[in-house]
T-cell receptor, first 111, second 118 residues
Framework: NAGVTQTPKFRILKIGQSMTLQCTQDMNHNYMYWYRQDPGMGLKLIYY???????DKGEVPNGYNVSRSTTEDFPLRLELAAPSQTSVYFC??????????FGPGTRLTVL | AQKITQTQPGMFVQEKEAVTLDCTYDTSDQSYGLFWYKQPSSGEMIFLIY??????QNATEGRYSLNFQKARKSANLVISASQLGDSAMYFC???????????????FGQGTILTVHP
């Protein structure tokens, strides 16, 4: 079991560029999440999904989009990157409200 | 809406001693879960312990125990016999278990940096 995998590990974007952060889980979890963690802070929920085809906004969704076409994959799309989106992004999955399993994170810098 | 408060930005403990990391929460939900995660300097999030709001016993996992006081809305993490490898950031988090728009969403506190001295 690989658990939750994320790609890429690091990325530098220029202002206005777009990119997709990939997230895959192999635990057959129904719930998946995207968080961002700014330096010295806790994690904030961006988007989450309770199953394929169902997504909803979290606390900080502006500037992001998600889709969930399969149980395994939950990509996060950044459109028109801004310096405020410089952060570490974590994908997580869970079975319902049980513990969430986190990926290793993607460190994104927008210059 | 849920809120988690961790009032200790940093804590220091001597190796082999016990340490308590504080966590208070605010929620109107009757059924919820409380979690503690560890984040070492390498950055990954490691699940430590879980407490359900209706669990009568305090949760324990090896050297970790959760001091759950429901009436005071506190869920403190106790680490016994601290080790150098326990030096990390620790996050308290909660999610509601009942239905509604917040179902399953984790709310995190700001974290506490624990430093274990030899």
């Amino acid at each position: 079991n690989a658990g939750v995998t994320q790609t890429p590990k690091f990325r530098i974007l220029k202002i206005g560029q777009s990119m997709t952060l990939q997230c895959t889980q192999d635990m057959n979890h129904n719930y998946m999440y995207w968080y961002r963690q700014d330096p010295g802070m806790g994690l904030k929920l961006i988007y989450y999904s309770v199953g394929a085809g169902i997504t909803d906004k979290g606390e900080v969704p502006n500037g992001y989009n998600v889709s969930r076409s399969t149980t395994e994959d939950f990509p996060l799309r950044l459109e028109l990157a801004a310096p405020s989106q410089t952060s570490v992004y974590f994908c997580a999955s869970s079975y319902g409200t049980a513990q969430q399993f986190f990926g290793p994170g993607t460190r994104l810098t927008v210059l | 809406a849920q809120k988690i408060t961790q009032t200790q930005p940093g804590m220091f403990v001597q190796e082999k001693e016990a340490v308590t990391l504080d966590c208070t929460y605010d929620t109107s939900d009757q059924s919820y879960g409380l979690f503690w995660y560890k984040q070492p300097s390498s950055g990954e999030m490691i699940f430590l312990i879980y407490q359900g709001s209706y669990d009568e016993q305090n949760a324990t996992e090896g050297r970790y125990s959760l001091n759950f006081q429901k009436a005071r809305k506190s869920a403190n993490l106790v680490i016994s016999a601290s080790q150098l490898g326990d030096s990390a950031m620790y996050f308290c988090a909660m999610n509601p278990h009942a239905g509604g728009t917040s179902y399953g969403k984790l709310t995190f506190g700001q974290g506490t940096i624990l430093t274990v001295h030899p």
